[in-house]
């Protein structure tokens, strides 16, 4: 449900289909890094591990908003759309990876168990989930939404090619 509630929204925002398609690319990497790291560390997949998937889930989707709307904002500058990949790749990579770390660092005391307290488990299992999503979301989203955007770009250079020869 909050899937289909995001793509609505970015349909509106974007005032296209695919585009959020593009975007939405990432989602699907939160769970390879969440379930592994899981896996990893003999971890249940509980309640707070399930929200933890949410959580990584609005910030993979937030950081291919930038990425895409950057992209977007520089095609206007360059001919080809690969240019604009790049020099969206350039400017959103620093910011992106400080949030990713910030976060990763933020909840490594909680995944060690080293926050004290009585909520020890509920917050190992969802800082585990968040950290083993975001080190893998943070480098595929990188990777896959520009790739995905740059073969939607060129598809649509081609048809536009096709249309005015």
């Given amino acids: 449900m909050a899937l289909a509630l995001v793509f609505l929204l970015l349909v509106v925002f974007f005032g296209?289909?695919?585009?959020?398609?593009?975007?939405?690319l990432a989602v699907p990497l939160t769970t390879a890094g969440a379930f592994g790291a899981l896996l990893l560390t003999n971890?249940?997949?509980?309640?707070?591990?399930?929200?933890?998937?949410?959580?990584?889930?609005?910030?993979?989707?937030?950081?291919?908003?930038?990425?895409?709307d950057f992209a977007i904002k520089a095609r206007g500058r360059h001919e080809d759309g690969d240019e604009a990949v790049v020099e969206a790749g350039r400017a959103r990579l620093r910011p992106i990876l400080m949030t990713a770390l910030a976060t990763i660092f933020a909840l490594l005391p909680l995944a060690l168990g080293l926050a004290g307290?009585?909520?020890?488990?509920?917050?190992?299992?969802?800082?585990?989930?968040?950290?083993?999503?975001?080190?893998?979301?943070?480098f595929l989203t990188l990777l896959v939404v520009p790739v995905g955007y740059s073969l939607l770009e060129s598809a649509r250079s081609r048809r536009k090619k096709r249309r005015y020869a």
Avoid at 124 to 135: D, K, P, Q, R
């Fill in 16 to 24: 296209s289909v695919l585009i959020p398609l593009v975007i939405l």
């Fill in 43 to 68: 971890t249940a997949l509980s309640l707070p591990s399930l929200l933890g998937i949410l959580l990584l889930i609005g910030i993979v989707v937030s950081n291919a908003i930038l990425l895409v």
């Fill in 117 to 138: 307290g009585g909520s020890g488990l509920i917050s190992a299992s969802l800082a585990i989930t968040v950290i083993g999503g975001l080190a893998t979301s943070t």
